[in-house]
């Protein structure tokens, strides 16, 4: 296979730069046609190299100096002050500059999202970047999109999130003719907010496989493939569900505690509550993807371990392969008509 | 105790009227305080009631003739054609006489918010009802409104929410200086749609226990009593939690499947299993509460069974008990000057 180049920020997440650079050597010692850039402070870098011993990986590691950092917790007007020289940013410019076709971060999403933004720009016909994350349900996985990037939105921006996701599902997951959903409040038209009730027709009157408004209950059952939502409603969705998710477990903690009876069952269904536990676990899909900028960057969840990180590289690498961008451009073209008569006001 | 009259719709939800019927019997058996009027079929009821050998109730138990009901798949242009009638309409029409003080109904919500705010009319100085539930959480319930009431809404609307929860979570729960949160996608002020970031300033100015933009995951850790959120949000926040727990409660079916030893565990775990579902059933809770309406009504779910109908009417009780309606009357009173400058626009 034609060798492909990931920038990785190795200072972004929870652990970091120990399961950036883990979950990096995980992903080279089986996946010889990539070339890797860790971007961060070099110093932590080459510690943890050494610390694992690394050898023979020379020809397809780089690592790339940024003695700046931009932390969990900053707020936007400080990306600005510092950008030039942060992980995110150099990370980025590797990206802008073709050195590398991907950009990885388990950082600080809010400045990933607004330095890709403005860094990289827009793909051509798309609006707003938009955050899109896949969601465990009863029969496999669904892309939920918008998931954050953007607060308030109007008919338009959705019809791009379709598009976009369209497109993702169709090449990294290979559905042929992926059922796209509407987030409401019932399943019937007429049902929903103003923007639910103005993208609905919209999304009716177009050459795609539209299945409708889906409910919230539903949406974990599978029957779509990618799901639409407002930026807002999407991040509530995900984190409702990790919230439900961690006291569900917790509950069973507390139960199972209460008698010995329960103790030896819950000894015995260790394991199957583990294999369960990774099914339901985010970290475990890669990451989210930032769309419609012009270029390829996935946004690992801060707790990321070393599994996760090299889950995101994997990601990142099947959509350089799959020509995601080319084809998310071609379709929005294709699509042009349509897309024009809608403004953005 | 002064004795207290509620009106049940006996047609609404899927298994109506036998378990509508069976709840009210279970209730009476335990609260001699309470006469209930069963609105509905007259014929179907008694056929019920001679079922479970029922008798020595016939002082505290009234059976209404209404020969129509609304179906759970209804829609709005049918309420209207035939309202007169209806279970639903009958029931209400036994509040707004003053016969009962409240009345319940598992049958269709949309129905029984149309025709509750048409009928009974809107405590003064609210603008719209609010559908209001308890979610279970980490520590304990908290509550989640609106659910599903208005799917739009200005900030004035998510202020009454506010004024209203907290009476009800001071008045019958028992909690003295309710924790007010809003629901939105970052806990600092700022994080959030156009009509969180409005609703914060109004509720930060206010002279209640307000403690800011909590997150999806966090509402399920119960550090917060009540939290606002617009209808469709809130909706979706519930029917999410459904799902998740739906998915979950699959997987862990079909992990245990898996194994024989799972299996052993599963068979043991089994009574901790089912304590726990009832924790997290929303059934358990005695249904929606709309408030803002001249008058109690409670709103079951679909599948409620005879336990929710009789967890609805204990709910029902309460609230007349305590007086919620008034105190909400007099909150809203309390807080006119800061409304007042609240324009529905």
């Known amino acids: 296979m034609e060798p492909v180049a990931v920038a ?73 002050r510092k950008r030039e020289r942060t992980s995110i940013q150099q990370a980025l410019e590797l990206v802008r500059k073709g050195t590398a076709q991907a950009m990885i971060s388990a950082g600080n999403t809010g400045a990933v999202m607004a330095l890709a933004k403005n860094n990289l720009g827009m793909l051509e016909g798309i609006g707003r970047p938009a955050l899109a994350t896949l969601i465990p349900t009863a029969k496999g996985k669904t ?38 959903a509407l987030m409401s409040i019932g399943e019937e038209e007429g049902k929903g907010n103003e923007l639910i009730k103005r993208t609905y027709g919209i999304l009716k009157s177009m050459d795609i496989n539209f299945v409708g ?34 006291v569900m477990m917790a509950l069973i903690q ?28 985010y970290a475990e899909i890669g990451g989210a993807l930032l769309l419609g900028v012009n270029g390829i960057v996935v946004i690992g969840h801060g707790r990321s371990n070393a599994k996760a990180v090299a889950s995101a590289i994997d990601l990142s690498v099947r ?25 953005y006001a």
């Open 254 to 281: 507390s139960e199972t505690r209460s008698s010995l009876q329960s103790r030896l069952g819950v000894f015995l269904l260790k394991r199957s509550l583990r294999r369960l536990r990774r099914r339901l676990d």
């Open 143 to 180: 892309m939920l999109m918008d998931v954050g990037a953007n607060v308030d939105s109007r008919p338009r921006h959705l019809v791009e999130f379709a598009l976009m996701g369209k497109v993702f599902m169709q090449t990294v997951h290979g559905v042929s003719n992926p059922r796209i």
């Open 8 to 80: 990785i920020d190795a200072m972004g997440g929870d652990h970091a730069p120990a399961v950036v650079v883990k979950g990096v050597m995980e992903f080279l010692s089986k996946n010889p046609d990539t070339r890797i850039y860790l971007v961060g402070k070099k110093r932590e870098i080459r510690r943890e190299l050494r610390r694992l011993s690394v050898s023979g990986m020379e020809d397809r590691l780089s690592v790339v100096n940024a003695h700046d950092q931009i932390s969990m917790r900053e707020q936007l007007l400080s990306y600005w």
């Open 319 to 343: 959509m350089i392969r799959e020509r995601v961008e080319e084809r998310i451009a071609s379709e929005i073209r294709g699509m042009r008509n349509i897309l024009e008569e809608l403004s």
């Open 213 to 246: 408004n889906i409910e919230g209950r539903e949406a974990y059952l599978g029957e779509s493939d990618l799901i639409v939502t407002d930026g807002f409603t999407g991040n509530i969705t995900l984190k409702v569900a990790e919230g439900v998710v961690d």
